[in-house]
């Protein structure tokens, strides 16, 4: 059975740090995993998206890398702002395109300016 | 991104009454979307699959004459939490995946905050 964690569970950081929130799955044979962020009783924003075949995904200030047969994946933040703050979900597809996603427990990010 | 969305955002509801929660996938189908439960300081678990014209597919633990889904048609599912109690109260999430050849990529609805008094 997949499992997700996500380490660590909450992190505070000053205004302009450069941050690394960790992923990791039991399973390697996924379809693809996501990140996506949630701002408190809202729902998901999908920030990034990796295929199984990729090794990492960029887009302005953050970038996803994936390491399918470790079973790892960390969303890096660069120069990070309070606007920052929120949960950020990893989340893998198992197997087939039309599968549910299966979500880590999150990293809860404060950003403090 | 592609949109999904969900409706109402916020419900509360005397013990007993049923809800509907509805969610749209406004600028693609989606044969398949999945309905999800939020606790709070919680992960999202899966609730049940909804596939278009057919029945829903429930996980293991999940009531299926309590969450009733209906997928009519490929861009509209609905929940319907039926004589609902106070333990039902709890976030709900919809989701529909925009798929394009090999690419696949989930997008979620606002949520529903339910709370039954």
């Known amino acids: 059975k997949q499992e997700v964690t996500q380490i660590p569970a909450a992190l505070s950081v000053p205004e302009g740090e450069n941050l690394v929130l960790n992923c990791s799955f039991t399973?390697?044979?996924?379809?693809?995993l996501q990140w996506f962020r949630q701002d408190p009783g809202k729902g998901l924003t999908s920030l990034l998206l990796?295929?199984?075949?990729?090794r990492e995904q960029t887009s302005g200030r953050l970038n996803a890398s994936l390491d399918k047969s470790s079973g790892r994946s960390t969303l890096y933040i660069a120069a990070s702002q309070p606007g920052d703050s929120a949960t950020y979900l990893c989340?893998?597809?198992?197997?087939?395109?039309?599968?549910?996603?299966?979500f880590g427990k999150g990293t809860t990010l404060s950003v403090s300016s | 991104g592609a949109v999904v969305s969900q409706h109402p955002s916020r419900v509360i509801c005397k013990s007993g009454t049923s809800v509907k929660i509805e969610c749209r996938s406004l600028?693609?189908?989606?044969?398949?979307m999945f309905w999800y439960r939020q606790f709070p300081k919680k992960s999202l678990m899966l609730m049940a699959t909804?596939?278009?014209?057919?029945?829903?597919?429930?996980e293991q633990g999940v009531e299926k004459d309590k969450f009733l889904i209906n997928h009519a048609s490929l861009t509209l599912s609905t929940l319907t939490v039926t004589s609902a109690h106070p333990e039902d109260s709890s976030f709900y999430i919809c989701?529909?995946?925009?798929?394009?050849?090999?690419?696949?990529?989930?997008?979620f609805g606002q949520g529903t905050r339910l709370t039954v008094v």
């Open positions: 989701s529909a995946s925009q798929i394009a050849g090999r690419y696949t990529e989930a997008f």
């Open positions: 399973d390697s044979a996924i379809y693809n």
């Open positions: 990796i295929q199984s075949s990729q």
């Open positions: 989340a893998v597809r198992p197997g087939q395109a039309g599968t549910a996603l299966i």
């Open positions: 600028d693609f189908q989606a044969t398949t």
């Open positions: 909804s596939n278009e014209g057919s029945k829903a597919t429930y």
